[in-house]
């Protein structure tokens, strides 16, 4: 089922506003902060994800992914390893 673009925003919009709060939160219980941090990473992704979805359900399947490199299968993952790699540096 296609989403318009509307709902996908406020999709998004609530996904990172739950991310932000799970920050916030291992910002003042230092003892749960790998666990929170984990929580908040998954949440972005989760926008991220919505976000994908929805443009390329709108790309005419005729025309190739504007990344000629973009591997469906591993939609998320790379986000998700690369943001955890800058959380730790």
Known sequence: MMM???AVLE???RYRTIASLY???AAFRPH???SLLA???EWEGRAVAELEDYFLARQAPSQPPANLNFNISHRGSSYR???RQMAAA
Request: charged share 30%; proline share 0%; no cysteine.
């Open 4 to 6: 318009n673009g509307e």
């Open 11 to 13: 999709n998004v919009r």
């Open 23 to 25: 920050r916030q939160t």
């Open 32 to 34: 749960q902060r790998d």
């Open 39 to 41: 929580q908040a990473a």
């Open 81 to 83: 390893s690369s943001h």
